[in-house]
């Protein structure tokens, strides 16, 4: 079970499994579901007509296609040139670097955002395929609950993609410099200022002049993973 956005992803972790198909439709997943358990009982692949008909998929060139568009996202392995050279591709996992916490709430001197809290083998290991194709990513654990309705919750592990800028709309980790302050918000530039919004009806929000003075954008969200057990905080 999952949540997303346009702009990030919400997982679940279930008995220490995270469980997504990324950037696929509902008919690319049967097929890789198809091809791989075919491929495990026969030790090859099944053909393209093979596919057509177990899937209900209605012609050849769709199949096509859609294999495709699986083996740009990584999924699968595939040579048109030789018949049945479809085969499986598991993605390996990807370890993210926790590199602290991050208020969702009023903002407060939180540790993390300029060198990490936690050692560098505390990290969370995710299936590539999960994953926007970055090597920089990074987590932080979430603390307050600011951004609620964004299905952001305390105790939550946020995945970030590192960069300076944002887009209005973008929920982005923010550095407010003249407070040496953390917080996570939305992200909108108006009027020469910046608003950073709660996704939470009882927040109001906070509203940045001089942004290029005081503020510095250091990530944006892109997935957000709520364990079953919160993990306790360091002791201050």
Known sequence: MYYSSNDYAMIWIVGGVLMRETGITER????KTFIEAYFSDHGYAPTYRE????????SLSVVRYNLERLQREGLLERDPRVARGIRPQKPGFQPIRIWGYIQAGEPTPVPGMNEPVFGADEALAISQDLLPRDDNLFALIVRGDSMIDAMVHDGDYIILKPQQEARNGEMVAIWLKNREETTLKYF???????RLQPA?????PIIIDNPDENLEVRGKVVMVIRPLEKR???AQ
């Open 28 to 31: 690319q997943a049967k097929m």
């Open 51 to 58: 596919i057509m008909k177990n899937v209900g998929i209605p």
């Open 188 to 194: 909108f530039f108006e009027n020469g200022k910046v």
């Open 200 to 204: 939470n009806p009882t927040m109001q």
């Open 232 to 234: 306790l905080p360091l």
